[in-house]
Protein backbone atom coordinates (compact mmCIF):
# COMPACT_ATOMS: atom_id res chain seq x y z
CA UNK A 1 0.00 0.00 0.00
CA UNK A 2 2.71 2.56 0.94
CA UNK A 3 4.84 1.74 -2.06
CA UNK A 4 1.32 2.53 -4.45
CA UNK A 5 0.47 5.45 -2.49
CA UNK A 6 4.28 6.68 -2.85
CA UNK A 7 4.36 6.05 -6.62
CA UNK A 8 0.78 8.13 -7.31
CA UNK A 9 2.51 11.01 -5.73
CA UNK A 10 5.47 11.05 -7.73
CA UNK A 11 3.45 10.87 -10.77
CA UNK A 12 1.73 13.58 -9.67
CA UNK A 13 4.57 15.93 -9.07
CA UNK A 14 6.16 14.98 -12.43
CA UNK A 15 2.95 15.34 -14.50
CA UNK A 16 3.56 18.10 -17.11
CA UNK A 17 2.60 21.71 -16.51
CA UNK A 18 0.51 21.50 -19.09
CA UNK A 19 -2.01 18.76 -17.96
CA UNK A 20 -5.28 19.83 -18.09
CA UNK A 21 -6.80 21.24 -15.57
CA UNK A 22 -10.75 20.06 -14.41
CA UNK A 23 -13.01 22.55 -13.59
CA UNK A 24 -14.98 22.67 -10.23
CA UNK A 25 -17.41 19.57 -10.36
CA UNK A 26 -20.90 20.66 -7.93
CA UNK A 27 -23.15 18.10 -6.70
CA UNK A 28 -26.04 19.94 -6.63
CA UNK A 29 -26.88 22.65 -9.53
CA UNK A 30 -27.75 25.50 -6.85
CA UNK A 31 -23.74 24.95 -5.29
CA UNK A 32 -22.60 25.39 -9.31
CA UNK A 33 -25.10 28.28 -9.99
CA UNK A 34 -23.59 30.12 -6.58
CA UNK A 35 -19.99 29.70 -8.09
CA UNK A 36 -21.00 30.93 -11.72
CA UNK A 37 -24.01 33.20 -10.81
CA UNK A 38 -23.19 34.81 -14.74
CA UNK A 39 -22.48 31.59 -16.72
CA UNK A 40 -25.26 28.82 -17.45
CA UNK A 41 -24.42 25.53 -15.65
CA UNK A 42 -24.22 22.54 -17.88
CA UNK A 43 -24.55 18.95 -16.65
CA UNK A 44 -21.13 17.09 -17.18
CA UNK A 45 -21.05 13.38 -18.78
CA UNK A 46 -18.74 11.55 -16.31
CA UNK A 47 -15.96 10.13 -17.60
CA UNK A 48 -16.27 11.39 -21.04
CA UNK A 49 -15.76 15.35 -22.69
CA UNK A 50 -18.85 16.21 -22.72
CA UNK A 51 -21.54 18.44 -21.23
CA UNK A 52 -25.61 18.40 -21.39
CA UNK A 53 -27.71 22.13 -21.39
CA UNK A 54 -30.80 22.65 -18.91
CA UNK A 55 -33.87 21.51 -20.63
CA UNK A 56 -31.90 18.69 -22.76
CA UNK A 57 -32.68 15.07 -22.59
CA UNK A 58 -29.75 13.88 -20.39
CA UNK A 59 -29.27 16.93 -18.42
CA UNK A 60 -28.65 16.03 -14.57
CA UNK A 61 -29.39 12.44 -15.42
CA UNK A 62 -25.63 10.45 -16.99
CA UNK A 63 -24.48 8.70 -13.82
CA UNK A 64 -21.77 9.76 -12.26
CA UNK A 65 -21.97 13.17 -13.61
CA UNK A 66 -21.21 17.03 -12.22
CA UNK A 67 -22.74 20.14 -12.30
CA UNK A 68 -20.01 22.56 -14.01
CA UNK A 69 -20.00 25.70 -15.05
CA UNK A 70 -20.35 26.59 -19.03
CA UNK A 71 -17.12 28.49 -19.03
CA UNK A 72 -14.78 26.22 -17.23
CA UNK A 73 -15.93 23.24 -19.46
CA UNK A 74 -15.15 24.69 -22.26
CA UNK A 75 -11.26 26.11 -21.45
CA UNK A 76 -11.07 22.64 -20.23
CA UNK A 77 -11.94 21.23 -24.04
CA UNK A 78 -15.29 19.49 -23.28
CA UNK A 79 -17.89 20.24 -25.73
CA UNK A 80 -21.74 20.50 -25.95
CA UNK A 81 -23.37 16.44 -25.97
CA UNK A 82 -24.01 14.91 -29.43
CA UNK A 83 -27.09 13.94 -28.68
CA UNK A 84 -27.87 18.27 -28.06
CA UNK A 85 -25.43 19.77 -30.99
CA UNK A 86 -27.98 17.69 -33.36
CA UNK A 87 -31.26 19.36 -32.57
Known amino acids: MHRSLTALL ?4 IAPAS ?11 QAAKDHC ?4 VVWLDAGRPFYYLP ?15 KREAD ?3 DRLGPDVAHQ
Open 19 to 29: ARAEAPQFRTE
Open 10 to 13: FAAA
Open 75 to 77: VDG
Open 55 to 69: GTRWYGKTIGGAYVC
Open 37 to 40: PKDI
